[in-house]
């Protein structure tokens, strides 16, 4: 993986943090490959990720619109594939 696959800033503070680290270099080395080979790794799965998190995120709107209903509170209409906002629905990633 290339040093591109980080981000600059991220890539200078992780750069930094190496370069004062108490591991030997050669250990330092073989840690920094293999962080990058997993960031790479899971970037290409990222849509992986991202389909199983909204399925999961749809399912609970479904749960939770249902024990609505059943609570006697109908809305009258049914949305089919309601869209899911990842980014509404889980804080940390704004």
Known sequence: ?????????AATKEINAAK???WPPDMRDAIWSDRLLLRYKMKKEMRGYRSFLE????????????????DGSSSGEEEE??????????PILQ
Do not use: C, G, Q, R
């Open 1 to 9: 993986a290339a040093m591109s696959d980080l981000e600059t800033d």
């Open 81 to 90: 594939d309601k869209e899911v906002d990842i980014f509404k629905a889980i």
């Open 20 to 22: 004062s680290s108490p």
């Open 55 to 70: 399925e999961v995120l749809k399912e609970e709107n479904e749960n939770k619109e249902e024990e609505e209903n059943n």
